[in-house]
């Protein structure tokens, strides 16, 4: 696969927080799911990504080119949503698009007010009277509306009830419906991901844990259940994380083919998206 985006040693410190050596891809075509709880440093990455945040080292490079040499026909190819309010709070919808379309040379006018239409949007509605879901659609009819090559979301979901989420995960589908797109969709609402991520990476204070297809965590990963004679010295190491009470143990593991050869009486459960980034970031294998 191509990458769109590549992220290599990206460092940057604050006060009370730091991203340690970020390092992924983000590979064409694919719908790439960045979490992690809040405070983790997804928000802190995709600002220094966007430039919005100056990064301390490290470099980001956008189409096999480095982003901050060729920052303007780059953004030209991104569009991007984020969780907290950008916009004027007294324009209209209309004049807000009026302030943000100058910026995009490749800007279609008509894309844009298809999407309002599509959206239910009323252009000399003022933005300080949308609701948070209506922001949302805003934020991304905006995004979309230049030809990007790349769709780039922070925590787009966030406070959104699920009907709204549902709808923006069939928004991103329909993006993906044309070659070339690609979309980078940071949240800790970690089920908005079962249906439409392709990978997943998950980062913990500052530092990337994995980066795998999610097909392939969901393969290799299991939650298993069982009686607590099954637990051995050799079969503990199996577990990501393990619970004991006196009535059995349940955990998470990583190695699910050696669990099936070693605990064949085991009860082998698919794990959820969000077992398994809590499991990596829990991680301790304790005896409740």
């Not at 991104?78 to 100058?102: H, Q």
């Not at 923006?168 to 329909?174: V, W």
């Not at 990476?201 to 990963?221: P, S, W």
């Amino acid at each position: 696969m191509t990458p769109v985006l590549e992220v290599t040693n990206l460092n940057k410190t604050f006060a009370d927080f730091r991203l340690k050596d970020v390092t992924f891809s983000l590979n064409e075509g694919c719908i790439t799911g960045f979490i992690g709880i809040n405070g983790s440093g997804k928000t802190t990455t995709i600002k220094t990504i966007l430039g919005l945040v100056l990064k301390d080292s490290g470099k980001v490079k956008f189409s096999d080119k480095n982003i901050a040499e060729n920052e303007r026909k780059a953004k030209n190819r991104i569009g991007f949503v984020l969780d907290e309010g950008y916009f004027y709070e007294e324009m209209t919808l209309k004049e807000m698009k009026s302030v943000i379309a100058p910026a995009y040379s490749d800007w279609d006018e008509a894309v844009f007010l298809n999407y309002i239409k599509r959206f239910g949007l009323k252009l000399n509605q003022k933005i300080a009277t949308l609701s948070k879901g209506m922001r949302m659609k805003y934020a991304v009819a905006l995004a979309l509306s230049h030809h990007a090559d790349l769709l780039i979301m922070d925590e787009p979901t966030s406070g959104l009830d699920p009907l709204i989420r549902s709808e923006l995960m069939d928004i991103l589908l329909d993006f993906m419906k044309e070659e070339g797109k690609s979309v980078f969709f940071s949240t800790h609402i970690t089920s908005d991901l079962d249906k439409i991520a392709d990978v997943l990476i998950l980062i913990d204070d500052g530092r990337i844990l994995f980066n795998e297809e999610k097909d392939t965590l969901l393969d290799t990963h299991a939650r298993v259940k069982g009686d607590n004679r099954l637990i051995t010295d050799e079969t503990r190491k199996l577990f990501l994380t393990l619970h004991q009470s006196p009535y059995g143990f349940e955990g998470i593991t990583h190695d699910k083919a050696n669990v099936r050869r070693l605990m064949p009486d085991a009860l082998i459960e698919k794990p959820a998206i969000e077992d398994i980034m809590l499991a990596y970031i829990g991680g301790e294998k304790n005896a409740d």
